[in-house]
């Protein structure tokens, strides 16, 4: 089993910035890809950003250009670093990652991480 440890939540005000991190640990292969997931209320989770073998990067149109993703490979590890923050993107926000073990592959999701953006 692996844990996703997540970090770097909490209150800020427009215009500010967060870092938040992500680290796998326990049994597993490789990692695929990992990325950040957000849910706010009233809606449904949505991808933020992901990063996959090869450095190649997704984002949500909503987030280009305020937000980074990056991993270091050597600490299984994820960033977000979020900056322009602005209220509506406050959520829960959710780390995942595509590992495989052994030959199966499957998503494990951390337990998610408050970010508040005041007006």
């Known amino acids: 089993q692996v844990q996703l440890g997540e970090s770097g939540g909490g209150l800020v005000q427009t215009g500010g910035s967060l870092r938040l991190s992500c680290a796998v640990s326990?049994?597993?292969?490789?990692?695929?890809?990992m990325g950040w997931y957000r849910q706010a209320p009233g809606k449904q989770r949505e991808l933020v950003a992901r990063i996959i073998n090869g450095d190649s990067t997704n984002y949500a149109d909503s987030v280009k250009g305020r937000f980074t993703i990056s991993r270091d490979d050597a600490k299984n590890t994820v960033y977000l670093q979020m900056n322009s923050l602005k209220p509506e993107d406050t959520a829960v926000y959710y780390c995942n990652a595509d590992i495989y073990y052994g030959f199966r592959r499957r998503d494990d999701w951390g337990q998610g991480t408050q970010v508040t953006v005041s007006s």
């Open positions: 326990g049994r597993f292969s490789t990692i695929y890809a």
